[in-house]
């Protein structure tokens, strides 16, 4: 199994700012992905992060909004730039298994925006 | 686009009962399925996954099913306990080529209460 930190694990913004996520794993993993869960929703793929390369992102995501790093195999950042109440939620990063096809999750990011 | 729904969304039980909980999805191509357990203010805990290819898998006291054919997959909980209580997501990963190479399509998930 992989073991995934992330940072911050909770924090409150003020309108406008901006927050970086990191997310950290113990081993070199094929694929990286940031998830949002707002509030009594499900899960919500954001973006694939890539590594060496421009993340790869859903559509209603783009990068301006939602800029991502991954500079090597175990480790990637998820920016939410110039937030607003509406990007309240849970980010969470997951990881592919190299060996096997169960994904892993961070224990997420609590971000709240006044 | 793949949809996915869990049902109940809650459900509250006494200890030792034994549980079933529902996911459906609406496209059957799928490359395999992932039962996750989501704590209060935590991540997410990996519990079973299914291949496209296989029927049910087994860890423990959980029992998970797959019937692709009809988009239908269920959780068996045996003997419930307290420590089970916690939101159980269903996820889904397509099989197609045109989908994101590894991507989840979740579910709302089923909010359990396993009281004493």
């Known amino acids: 199994s992989a073991v995934i930190s992330q940072k911050p694990s909770r924090d409150i913004c003020q309108r406008g700012t901006s927050l970086t996520i990191q997310c950290q794993v113990d081993?070199?993993?094929?694929?990286m992905f940031w998830y949002r869960q707002q509030p009594g929703q499900s899960l919500t793929l954001i973006a694939t992060a890539n590594q060496g390369s421009e993340a790869t992102y859903e559509s209603g995501f783009v990068i301006d909004k939602f800029p991502i790093s991954r500079p090597n195999l175990t480790f990637s950042t998820l920016t939410v730039s110039n937030m607003s109440p509406e990007d309240s939620s849970i980010y969470l990063c997951?990881?592919?298994?190299?060996?096997?096809?169960?994904?892993?999750f961070g224990p997420g990011t609590r971000l709240t925006v006044l | 686009k793949q949809e996915v729904t869990q049902i109940p969304a809650a459900l509250s039980v006494p200890e030792g009962e034994n549980l079933v909980l529902n996911c459906s999805f609406t496209?059957?191509?799928?490359?395999?399925l992932q039962w996750f357990r989501q704590d209060p203010g935590k991540g997410l805990t990996s519990l079973l996954l299914i291949q496209s290819s296989q029927r049910e898998q087994t860890s423990g006291r959980l029992n998970a099913s797959l019937d692709k054919s009809s988009g239908r997959s269920t959780l068996y909980i045996a003997a419930s306990q307290p420590g089970d209580s916690a939101t159980y997501l269903c996820?889904?990963?397509?099989?197609?080529?045109?989908?994101?190479?590894?991507?989840?399509?979740f579910g709302r998930g089923t909010q359990l209460t396993v009281w004493p």
């Open positions: 997951s990881v592919k298994s190299r060996h096997t096809d169960t994904q892993y």
């Open positions: 496209d059957s191509a799928i490359y395999n």
């Open positions: 996820a889904v990963r397509p099989g197609n080529r045109g989908s994101t190479l590894g991507r989840l399509y």
């Open positions: 081993s070199q993993v094929t694929m």
